[in-house]
């Protein structure tokens, strides 16, 4: 992932506890964040607790801008959200973090900069923090219970900014090393399983017969059957037919 | 919310700090979900720690199943995600948080149950425990740093819960009580300015004149002012000429 490309400041004001700062930066480097702003954090700067919470997304606390005020930190932001979960009384577009971010990809795109700001963990942000925001984002929370900490408003941001922004396959196939059967393997195991079957007397009765071959037919393609699989019931089906014989 | 409505069970399987398992339950009771079933947690059932860490989720742990076995706690469900990290060499579909709580939500409509394993903390999910899942869900994370803890994992699986099935609106303009001015309003508010200008000779040269008036009309109407936004531009407007007249 390449860091240096056009990405939002995601900027903590008057942050308190270290663990906290550290929980952010590795909630934002999990999904491939790394541009930090620090406002007034209440135990000065650098904190060792954040660095050490931090673990391997350290480099974020190096490299974090350190502001003594929002109007300082968001000087060269062209477009800033604010998170909150509470009624402000303000005027302000209020947005879901999905939406926020698909509007920051834009901006990015565009030339522009965006700042995203992170109240402290007791109160959150102020009224003299959201004037200075474009938006507000609001996380779509249980309304009977809204509980989101510092780190888990970041986490949910940053990881929709990795959704607006990654390609992301919403389905895979993992592999490991197998292939999947040809049609004609399937097919053919269906011809097995039909035989047997045959003489076995399970298409009974007869007036059901064609749809209960149909419906057995229907389930091997519909299975995602490997090569091993099929080998797999093809012997099962041989191992049944000498346990017949064996009598 | 109303917790009766059908919904996945997130089960936490030999679960090992009291704390991670609190922190699970709030992330649950954030988006609206309290089915909660534990296996063989590490340090006995009910945990103190537990209880102490989910604060206002602590119904989710009275009411939790609690299993001896991966088996016995996915009894009921028809359909199982297991969510991990690592690659396990296992044929099997690999999903987002987001498509898997899609088919979540479409199996839960058709009568189903689904379940949702979440690994012990520091070794994850033995496969074992995965092969006795449908599915595996896989968080986009950055592939050079993957560090998502139990509750984080809960969180954001949860959150895609709870953006599948509820209607949210992307974006809502909080309104605090404050009325936007009429189309007659910000055109009369056009006019002051454009006469009050044209008095100042703001339009110079003659030959951009139109579209330095065009441009300012373009900005006001692009603005959301409210009424009492015009009524302040009307005063400033007012106030810049007896500043003026007094000379």
């Not at 919403?170 to 045959?198: C, I, P, Q, S, Y």
Request: aromatic residues 8%.
């Amino acid at each position: 992932m390449d860091s240096k490309h056009p990405q939002p400041a995601f900027i903590l004001v008057r942050p308190q506890m270290g663990e906290n700062i550290g929980a952010a930066a590795r909630a934002m480097w999990n999904f491939g964040l790394d541009h930090m702003r620090v406002i007034a954090p209440r135990d000065g700067w650098p904190n060792e607790r954040a660095v050490a919470l931090a673990s391997g997304a350290g480099r974020l606390l190096d490299n974090a801008g350190l502001f003594q005020t929002t109007a300082e930190a968001l000087r060269d932001c062209t477009y800033v959200f604010a998170t909150t979960a509470r009624q402000r009384g303000l005027t302000k577009p209020i947005v879901t973090p999905e939406r926020a971010m698909e509007q920051a990809r834009a901006i990015h795109a565009e030339g522009g900069k965006v700042g995203v700001l992170f109240g402290p963990e007791r109160a959150g942000l102020e009224n003299e923090d959201i004037v200075q925001a474009n938006a507000i984002i609001s996380v779509p929370v249980n309304p009977d219970f809204a509980s989101l900490n510092l780190g888990q408003c970041v986490l949910l941001t940053a990881y929709e900014w990795r959704r607006a922004t990654e390609e992301i396959v919403a389905e895979v196939m993992e592999l490991a090393g197998t292939e999947f059967a040809t049609g004609l393997e399937v097919e053919k195991l269906g011809d097995h399983f039909e035989e047997r079957l045959n003489d076995a007397g399970f298409f009974f009765p007869e007036a059901k017969a064609d749809s209960m071959r149909l419906n057995l037919r229907n389930m091997w393609s519909r299975l995602p059957l490997t090569r091993a699989d099929v080998q797999t019931l093809h012997g099962v089906l041989r191992q049944m037919v000498r346990w017949k014989e064996r009598g």
